[in-house]
């Protein structure tokens, strides 16, 4: 499967642990991005990076969140100290030269 | 402020009706529009965007800058379009998505 793969898919954590979750995007694509879903929402822009550069971060991502994406591939996502409000699904996508986006399977956080 | 509405949650239609499903945005400036669907177990996946002029599945949507609308619709509905649907902005280039808060689709038989 060459699409975007995002690792663990299902992650439980109690209140105040930390999480890392993991993107890969497509191959050939240079452009990653995060989002968040909570239940009937769309999904929200955390993050955005051009090769290994962070080019836009939302008001969403609190001093608690940290993305990294170090050699322009894969991406990680932390949260530190997690809270019950953490809990959704993260997604990531990756895009090339056009602007369409290919989104992963998503990660489900569940914060107790 | 950008932002995209979809005013029905959820919208249900018999096989072989006519679908719309409703999108209103508003964005300053030149979005790029995109219907995203999502299909029970599957990843978020791009349906159609407003520049390909182009239709999927049989779906079509139109932009009406005058109404800063981009319904998504479809003559004859089938049972595999029931699905999540969202619709989606960005600016130009390789930006974010703007998402709505979607539109589930049930297609009766």
């Known amino acids: 499967d060459t699409g975007v793969s995002q690792d663990p898919r299902h992650k439980i954590t109690k209140r105040g642990q930390n999480v890392t979750f993991r993107c890969d995007p497509i191959?050939?694509?240079?452009?990653l991005y995060w989002y968040r879903q909570t239940l009937g929402q769309g999904p929200e822009f955390l993050t955005y990076f051009q090769n290994e550069a962070q080019l836009e971060k939302s008001r969403l991502l609190s001093d608690r969140f940290s993305a990294e994406r170090p050699k322009g591939s894969f991406s990680t996502l932390e949260i530190q100290r997690t809270e019950q409000g953490d809990s959704a699904m993260y997604l990531c996508?990756?895009?090339?030269?056009?602007?369409?986006?290919?989104f992963g399977p998503g990660t489900r956080l569940t914060v107790l | 402020a950008q932002r995209v509405t979809q005013p029905e949650k959820l919208l249900s239609v018999f096989k072989g009706a006519p679908v719309e499903l409703k999108c209103n945005y508003s964005y300053s400036g030149s979005p790029e529009l995109f219907w995203y669907v999502q299909y029970s177990r599957q990843r978020l996946q791009l349906l159609l965007r407003?520049?390909s002029r182009e239709s999927i599945k049989g779906f079509t949507a139109d932009l009406n800058k005058g109404e800063t609308s981009f319904h998504l619709k479809k003559p004859f509905a089938q049972e595999e379009d029931s699905a999540m649907y969202y619709c989606a902005l960005s600016g130009q280039g390789a930006q974010k998505l703007v998402f709505g808060q979607g539109t589930r689709l049930t297609i009766n038989p």
């Open positions: 996508a990756s895009s090339g030269r056009s602007n369409r986006q290919f």
């Open positions: 407003h520049i």
């Open positions: 191959s050939e694509h240079n452009r």
